[in-house]
């Protein structure tokens, strides 16, 4: 990196104005398949370990309660909490491709030795070294949060950002998908003692697969630009355009008046983080952490015990739960793939916040329809689709605003903190739920749980109407400038890319 007698010196860069002026090309299918793939894993997962409980609390398999069971989806979510704030600092520092890959490894790793959980018999520790493998799973997993939004970011056009972050986030339930269907095979063809094990299985095989298409995916341009290597991100930016001219593609002129001038920096870190919380983007701290927090507490809450209570009040067979969960995922998959457009289109502010009141409206109004006996097993799944139509958009967006709106020195940072907050929401609503189905002798517990959730997503709604950020359309250094921006000083001409 070039220095001056007094630090870094200044370089003016056109690399975001160079990915913001590209039209859709084969490169960016590919992006979206490595970074949605990683997403599907982590569907993949909590779909299976949902889809188990069932078999997990018989005494042929695991036996275990359904406080312990509930416990299982606590303890991942710790461990995504604590994968996503040790792993999102060393992304900023270290890059996200590399990072990318090695919470891959980490996944694949935590989830294949939970096949093997009692396999020898429940000896002495056998249930802490299942909650230890899922914990390690989770790790990998929530590295992976800021690794793929800051990625979809950094490299997709500003007018595809909102649309694709959607969509990646959303196809979290193609995972969700695969793994009811796995999960069905597996449980009604497999003895109850080795079909849960087939389906932890799984996990790792898709990973060995993304792995190997993250492997061919670029570092950041805009990452490498603020940390003093230009010279790599031109050559990174002329090896995307290349591949967008071999599409057939013409590439517009470069407005050369989008340059972005600044002092190439490699350490910030979560006090930097804080620094800028309290004193200059306070309300968009408290828009993320609100957006993060009401979405993880209903999601997890929900759907680690929807399981629980098609066993215990609609006396689903556990083998048979899988279905019921197929469905609930395809509402939560058509739900980003069709309203993700809008978010670019009528804007952010309209589309979060209509999201996150009309899932809190229509849970409140289910809640209402299950403690008057007026549902049974398959109207409480439709109720269940047709909410997280909603819901599932809403929660892709805050993972969208909590990326997009801070500055790129400190993206990953702030990715992490705010998954984190929702974590902690996350991990108690399983427990709070659970504890409320209980044994299905009463649905009064239940009632009041699904308000608390409607009520929580009402919320949400509200902060994104008074505090949300219109950033549909905009490069990432409109809605916010990099903390390493020399803005208002004078700058050095902008270096001439390699290919124009």
């Not at 992490?416 to 409320?436: D, E, M, N, T």
């Amino acid at each position: 990196m070039s220095t001056t007698a007094t630090g870094p010196r200044p370089i003016r860069s056109l690399i975001p104005a160079r990915l913001d002026r590209l039209n859709w090309s084969p490169f960016h299918t590919r992006l979206v398949i490595g970074l949605g793939g990683a997403w599907i894993l982590d569907g993949l997962q909590i779909t299976v370990a949902s889809s188990v409980t069932g078999e997990l609390t018989k005494p042929e398999t695991l036996g275990m309660t359904s406080t312990e069971v509930g416990l299982i989806a606590t303890v991942y979510l710790v461990g995504e909490m604590v994968g996503a704030l040790v792993f999102g600092k060393m992304s900023d520092r270290l890059g996200r491709k590399r990072l990318f890959v090695l919470t891959l490894l980490l996944y694949l790793f935590g989830t294949g030795l939970a096949a093997f959980v009692g396999i020898a018999g429940k000896h002495t520790g056998w249930l802490a070294f299942f909650y230890a493998t899922r914990f390690v799973a989770g790790m990998g997993i929530g590295g992976q949060y800021w690794a793929i939004n800051s990625a979809i970011d950094e490299v997709m056009p500003s007018k595809y950002r909102g649309r694709v972050d959607i969509w990646i986030n959303g196809s979290y339930w193609a995972g969700a998908i695969l793994g009811s269907l796995v999960s069905y095979i597996f449980l009604n063809h497999f003895a109850p003692n080795v079909g849960w094990r087939l389906a932890f299985l799984l996990g790792p095989v898709l990973a060995i697969f993304v792995i190997i298409v993250g492997r061919v995916l670029p570092e950041s341009p805009r990452w490498l630009v603020t940390h003093g290597r230009q010279d790599e991100a031109d050559q990174v930016m002329d090896q995307i355009e290349e591949q967008v001219r071999n599409s057939g593609q013409e590439l517009d002129p470069i407005d050369e008046s989008k340059g972005i001038a600044i002092i190439p920096e490699t350490r910030y870190g979560y006090l930097t983080f804080l620094k800028l919380v309290f004193h200059r983007f306070t309300r968009r701290a408290i828009l993320g952490a609100t957006l993060m927090i009401t979405q993880s507490f209903l999601y997890n809450a929900i759907y680690f015990t929807y399981a629980l209570v098609l066993l215990h009040f609609y006396h689903v067979p556990s083998n048979k739960i899988p279905i019921y969960g197929l469905a609930f995922a395809v509402g939560n998959l058509l739900g980003p793939l069709i309203l993700g457009p809008l978010f670019d289109s009528w804007g952010r502010k309209q589309m979060i916040a209509g999201t996150y009141l009309v899932s809190g409206v229509l849970l409140a109004l289910s809640a209402v329809l299950f403690d008057a006996h007026v549902l049974n097993a398959a109207t409480q799944t439709i109720a269940w689709v047709i909410i997280f139509f909603f819901a599932s958009a809403g929660a892709s967006a805050a993972y969208l605003t909590v990326s997009e709106t801070w500055p790129i020195e400190i993206r990953a940072e702030a990715i992490a903190v705010f998954f984190a907050i929702g974590s902690i929401a996350g991990a108690i609503g399983p427990v709070f739920y659970g504890a409320l189905i209980g044994n299905g002798s009463s649905r009064t517990g239940l009632f009041v749980g699904y308000l608390v959730g409607a009520a929580i997503m009402l919320i949400g709604g509200l902060v994104e109407v008074f505090l949300g950020v219109n950033a549909a359309g905009k490069s990432l250094e409109q809605i916010t400038k990099p903390l390493t921006s020399t803005a208002g000083k004078p700058a050095p001409a902008a270096a001439a890319p390699t290919a124009a």
